[in-house]
């Protein structure tokens, strides 16, 4: 790690000179939120499109109506201008005398808005349909079963659209608009799943609910942990002053009331250019059992890859293999701090630096803890337990790998999630508090009972190594919360001093707790 | 001048040659009329097992069961309407037959599904030739409502210089690609996968057919 150090630091400052560079070029192109079309208008505009409107308004006039009050129809772009495909095309089908097709891919728009057509290209929300791919059997296939792929899975990592051979799209892919959707042509992804189509209204995709129908829930309760804090405190009562409708939507400059998701995750900010790639800012990947800080790899045909910072980083000009499998050779890399740097310049155009720290610290903290207290332990037993044969392969088939699976990825998501955008309640009581509750009362008892004879084996020494389980022994420690106190011994001849003795164990956490419970009450 | 010498002219035979044509010819007439008829029954025209397969499907849509009783049969749309160009499809139809006995196994399922785009494009290209004119028997545009609103209106004010089949093709028999973005890989694919067979089989069965 050290000697890779002073060589990850040579690379970090060629991604900053890109984004440096973007930055410029987009405040040369007038600061725009999103980029500016660079292709001429002659490009679209195609007249036979013209031809679908006048059919369309009776037939489908509900989406007729929102693409007349768009910009793209102020720009004079029109059905056919993103629809048109070529016989050739898997999914392409006569309509009317022309070769359309259903699915509009970021391939088709990334004709006119290429910037973020490829900066969405490679980011986690372009691969969402592949980081799952392998996963998905285990749970809505056997568990449940294949229709909750459509409706479940797929609704928000995408489909894998499939062209039936009678030129139709499948039922079982489509309809679709999941972010990570695998695209008829190829492409990954789905700009309608946060542009909303056909009115692709700048304000709705600037509103939190543009993240809604994924980042919410048991797992990723983006929108809730954003509700329950003070950035969504003041949205929701200073929403009108937001300039949703801006033609510039730059915070700090175009807007203050309060962030959005887009604003820390995409949007410009001060000096910062916006970016579709969702991920770019993200310093660590708090979905996983054991949470690492991410390096992002760029490789020269546009792909991305995120890697541990566990692992060296990969060398410039390196070859490595990119998460569809293929091989790539590696660009540029950003480190987890520049990326962190990025999303803590955008505090910045709010907050004082040390404010930006502190709290970047609080959220490191909190994330630090799970994983060496519950994350990696629990990581640790489980391994064991399939390694020593006492968990069958098969996952979900044992009570435990629930509960294991639920310590993670549910309450242990929420209290990292939680704590990474300042919702108290989601940090503790909805997070930490039910790891805690999990790992203790549900998780151990169970892997023990899994282990059996070898429990002793397996799973203490883990316990013991990670040095946060201690305070399961110290078992007369009483402490008020639960309303006893176990009888303090009558020690009448040393009295003024065996008195302050328990007090200090006993207060301290009661203090604690008192602390906790008014900021509850402040929510 | 000639003088037409009536009684002359029409002699015994002559007269009952024109009795027995005359008689012959209604008979024929009548035969070709039930002939045409007949032949364009759904029972007449799935003798042969290959056409049950485009039953199917035709016998999930509303030309086969419609809420109002009317019922198309094969002829009613497959055959144009008038003594003469009845005859004369029938005629043509003939070709049908010859396939049926001398070409492909059409009897069998496989092949049957390997060959049913071809026939698509060629009753979509009948269709249109005729401007769609056995629809019109049944369908008339001014009378069209829906039961959408502007159901009436797309088909009043968007349908100049088309007919029926040039929207609504893919209607009553199973779902067939334009023969502009047909695919002929994907169509043996997905005939593979549904009859469970090795990929390549329906290229096989093509190329064997000669």
Same mark, same amino acid.
């Given at each position: 790690m050290m000697s890779s150090l002073p060589f990850s630091r040579s690379l970090i400052l060629i991604p900053l000179h890109l984004i440096l560079g973007g930055c410029c070029v987009l405040f040369a192109a007038g600061a725009a939120n999103a980029a500016k !079309?660079?292709? %001429?208008?002659?490009?679209?505009?195609?007249?036979?499109?013209? &031809?679908?409107v006048s059919c369309h308004e009776k037939s489908s006039a509900g989406l007729t109506r929102q693409w007349h009050e768009s910009a793209h129809r102020e720009a004079g772009v029109n059905c056919l201008d993103c629809h048109q495909a070529k016989a050739?095309? !898997?999914?392409a089908m006569e309509h009317e005398g022309e070769i359309i097709a259903t699915i509009v891919s970021p391939k088709d728009c990334g004709r006119c808005h290429t910037k973020e057509y490829e900066e969405q290209a490679g980011s986690v929300h372009a691969e969402a349909y592949a980081k799952i791919k392998t996963r998905?059997?285990?749970?809505?296939? &056997?568990? #449940?079963?294949?229709?909750m792929q459509a409706?479940?899975?797929?609704?928000?990592?995408g489909s894998r659209v499939k062209v039936l051979g009678d030129g139709t799209l499948d039922p079982a892919t489509w309809p679709n608009s999941g972010i990570g959707r695998i695209n008829p042509d190829g492409s990954k992804g %789905?700009?309608?799943?946060?542009?909303?189509?056909?009115? @692709?209204s700048k304000a709705q995709a600037r509103e939190p609910s543009a993240c809604v129908r994924c980042h919410s829930?048991?797992? %990723?309760p983006d929108k809730e942990v954003f509700e329950a804090s003070k950035h969504g405190m003041f949205y929701a009562a200073q929403r009108d002053q937001m300039?949703?409708?801006?033609e510039t939507w730059i915070?700090? &400059?175009?807007? #203050?009331?309060a962030p959005t998701?887009?604003?820390?995750?995409m949007g410009a900010a001060g000096n910062i250019p916006a970016t579709?790639?969702?991920?770019?800012?993200?310093?660590?990947? $708090?979905?996983?059992?054991v949470s690492h800080k991410q390096y992002l790899v760029l490789f020269e045909d546009g792909g991305k890859l995120e890697r541990p910072d566990t692992e060296a980083p990969p060398r410039r000009g390196s070859e490595l293999e990119k998460p569809d499998g293929s091989i790539g050779k590696v660009r540029a890399v950003i480190a987890p701090d520049r990326r962190r740097g990025v999303m803590s310049l955008v505090c910045l155009e709010c907050h004082g630096k040390a404010f930006t720290e502190s709290f970047m610290r609080q959220f490191d903290d909190v994330v630090d803890l799970y994983n060496s207290k519950f994350g990696e332990p629990a990581q640790a037993i489980m391994m064991a337990l399939y390694e020593r044969g $006492? $968990? #069958?392969?098969?996952? @979900?088939?044992?009570p435990l790998e629930f509960t294991y699976w639920e310590l993670w990825h549910d309450e242990g998501a929420r209290a990292r999630h939680g704590a990474s955008m300042m919702s108290a309640n989601h940090a503790w009581w909805e997070g930490m508090y039910l790891v805690g509750r999990n790992f203790y009362s549900r998780f151990l008892p169970q892997a023990r009972e899994v282990a059996g004879d070898q429990a002793a084996e397996i799973i203490d020494p883990i316990l013991a190594a990670s040095g946060?389980?201690?305070?399961?022994?110290? #078992?007369?420690?009483?402490?008020?919360? $639960?309303g006893w106190m176990p009888p303090q011994p009558e020690a009448p001849e040393l009295e003024p001093e065996s008195e302050p003795e328990p007090e200090p164990a006993a207060a301290t956490p009661a203090d604690e707790d008192e602390g906790e419970d008014e900021e509850g009450d402040d929510q | 001048m000639i003088k037409l010498n009536a009684s002359r002219f029409i002699t015994r035979h002559v007269l009952f040659a024109l009795v027995a044509g005359g008689l012959g010819g209604v008979a024929f007439m009548f035969f070709l009329i039930e002939f045409d008829h007949y032949t364009s029954t759904n029972a007449f025209c799935t003798?042969?097992?290959?056409m049950t397969y485009a039953e199917v499907s035709y016998q999930d849509t509303p030309h086969y069961n419609s809420p109002s009783g009317v019922r198309a049969s094969c002829g009613d749309c497959h055959v144009s309407e008038g003594l003469i160009m009845a005859t004369y499809d029938h005629i043509v139809g003939i070709q049908d037959l010859f396939k049926q006995l001398f070409?492909?196994?059409?009897?069998d399922p496989v092949v049957n599904l390997l060959h049913l785009p071809e026939a698509a494009f060629a009753s979509r290209a009948w269709f249109s030739r005729r401007e769609s004119a056995t629809c019109q028997r049944c369908h008339t545009l001014e009378a069209i409502q829906g039961q959408r609103a502007n159901t009436a209106a797309i088909h009043r004010e968007e349908?100049?210089?088309?007919?029926?089949i040039d929207c609504h093709y893919?209607?009553?028999h199973r779902h067939v690609p334009t023969e502009q973005t047909f695919k002929r890989e994907a169509w043996n694919a997905m005939v593979e996968d549904e009859f469970g067979l090795e990929p390549g089989t329906a290229e096989r069965i093509l190329a064997g057919e000669g």
């Open positions: !079309v660079e292709l %001429s208008p002659e490009h679209w505009g195609n007249p036979a499109g013209e &031809r679908c050739a095309d !898997v999914d998905i059997p285990a749970l809505a296939h &056997r568990m #449940t079963g294949g229709a409706a479940g899975c797929d609704q928000c990592h %789905s700009c309608s799943s946060c542009h909303g189509r056909h009115a @692709f829930g048991p797992d %990723s300039n949703l409708d801006g915070a700090g &400059r175009d807007y #203050t009331a998701c887009t604003t820390c995750h579709h790639d969702v991920g770019l800012r993200n310093a660590w990947n $708090l979905n996983q059992p $006492l $968990l #069958t392969p098969l996952p @979900f088939d044992e946060q389980h201690a305070w399961l022994n110290e #078992t007369a420690q009483g402490n008020p919360i $639960l | 003798t042969c097992h290959s070409g492909p196994d059409y009897d349908t100049e210089g088309k007919s029926c893919n209607l009553v």
